[in-house]
């Protein structure tokens, strides 16, 4: 395992991944299901500290208002990584959609639920997205597919176009990093990062079949030492033909 670096100020910061590492893109459905529970307990762990960490979400909430401004009422909307449900379940059913969530850690859906009783929150992966199943008016993935190895974005962006009524939606933001799969530090506990340069960024979210409409680069100041100022990424993407 390397040591555990941490993403810089207004740098991009390029980590190797270390391939000798069993949970290193996880390519087995045992070892997948491994990391998800690792993932799943940093998170637990975390709980409420995300939103006393990261208290104005500017950024995020203006991502959410544009879209429900192309949104009809009543429109059926899916949050990948959910979180807390704080702020965007909550933006999202304030303004009359339906929203259904799908978030891996307990504790996250426990406060979501507490938060957001109006939800639909499920524990389930994103990489469980099955575009048979449903198909969804939006889809907004708030600094969730980083928590993916880079590969699994690639898929995971594929499941959420064909998850996308024709002409629907998606609110994707990420962190400006150049990493896959890396364990960072992050509010005292490991959590295994992706994240990509923004023309690269750019690339995968075209290659799946996601027209980008509207892109924002944020600059944020966590409230909390165990996390770093950052350089967020918002895009708004439109199902592609
Ligand atoms: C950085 S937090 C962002 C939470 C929320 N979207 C927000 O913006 O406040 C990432 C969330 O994604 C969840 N998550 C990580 N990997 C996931 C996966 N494979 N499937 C579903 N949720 C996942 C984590 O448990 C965590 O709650």
């Known amino acids: 395992m ?13 980590v190797p991944s270390d391939r000798t590492d069993p949970h290193y893109l ?5 070892a997948w299901a491994e990391r998800r529970e690792e993932q799943a307990k940093a998170f637990d762990a975390i709980g409420e500290r995300y939103d006393e960490a990261f208290p104005n979400k500017e950024g995020q909430e203006d991502c959410v208002r544009r879209l429900l401004d192309s949104l009809p009422q009543g429109a059926h909307v899916l949050d990948l990584g959910s979180g807390t449900g704080l702020p965007t379940a909550r ?3 304030n303004a009359g959609a339906r929203v259904t969530g799908f978030e891996i850690s307990e504790r996250m ?3 979501a639920r507490a938060n957001v009783p109006e939800a639909d929150f499920r524990q389930a992966d994103i990489m469980d997205l099955d575009p048979v199943e449903t198909s969804y008016d939006a889809i907004v993935a708030f600094f969730s597919l980083l928590c993916l190895p880079k590969d699994r974005v690639a898929v995971a962006l594929g499941r959420v ?10 609110c994707l933001s990420m962190v400006e990093t150049d990493l896959d799969d890396v364990p960072l530090s992050f509010l005292g506990t490991k959590i295994r990062v992706s994240g990509y340069r923004r023309d690269e960024l750019r690339e995968v979210v075209t290659n799946a079949g996601l027209v980008i409409e ?7 100041e966590p409230k909390d030492e165990g996390a770093r100022p950052e350089v967020q990424l918002f895009l708004t993407c ?3 033909a």
């Open 91 to 93: 933006q999202l059913i």
């Open 2 to 14: 390397p040591s555990t670096p941490s993403v810089c100020q207004g740098e991009i910061t390029t």
């Open 214 to 220: 509207d892109e924002r680069v944020v600059r944020f």
């Open 161 to 170: 176009r064909a998850s996308l009524a024709p002409g629907g939606l998606l």
């Open 26 to 30: 996880a390519p087995d459905p045992v």
């Open 238 to 240: 439109r199902r592609g």
């Open 109 to 111: 859906l426990e406060l």
